[in-house]
């Protein structure tokens, strides 16, 4: 068997608890009891004024005077203050993304039905299902 003398501490040994613990402990006043220094019963302290918001807190930079604020230039007219969406004139050509290309002329697709979670019919959900045979 191993002897215990070397692979512990002291301070985890009973007899250190026990040397902790040996002075009497005194219980603290009543508040009505106690002994305040003149300038710590004068001072008048305060809750503090406002938390912390939770989340991400607000950008703090402020943005310089100078620089002043860019306006947006339309890609489709060149023209400043709105954009390709909101622009009023006829798309060119040259303005037209691939993505845009394709879709141009046709019908936008229809959605996909989906399918009740639990019993897998179409055009319901578990809430709105009225075939009371099926449910368990």
């Known amino acids: 068997m191993v002897?215990?003398?070397g692979l512990c501490?002291?301070?985890?040994?009973?007899?250190?608890?026990?040397?902790?613990?040996a002075p009497s402990i005194h219980s603290v006043p009543r508040p009505s009891s106690w002994v305040l220094p003149e300038h710590v019963s004068s001072c008048i302290v305060h809750p503090p004024k406002g938390r912390r918001a939770s989340g991400k807190p607000k950008k703090i930079r402020?943005?310089?005077?100078?620089?002043g604020y860019e306006t947006r230039v339309c890609a489709n007219c060149g023209e400043s203050g709105h954009n390709l969406i909101t622009c009023t004139k006829p798309r060119q050509a040259s303005s037209i993304s691939k993505?845009?290309?394709?879709?141009?002329?046709?019908?936008?697709l229809a959605r996909r039905q989906r399918a009740c979670g639990r019993y897998g019919v179409l055009g319901h959900n578990i809430q709105t299902y009225s075939n009371v045979e099926a449910k368990p």
């Open 9 to 21: 501490s002291d301070y985890f040994t009973t007899q250190w608890l026990q040397t902790a613990y």
């Open 3 to 5: 002897p215990n003398e």
């Open 62 to 67: 402020i943005r310089s005077s100078l620089k």
């Open 99 to 108: 993505s845009s290309s394709s879709s141009v002329g046709k019908k936008p």
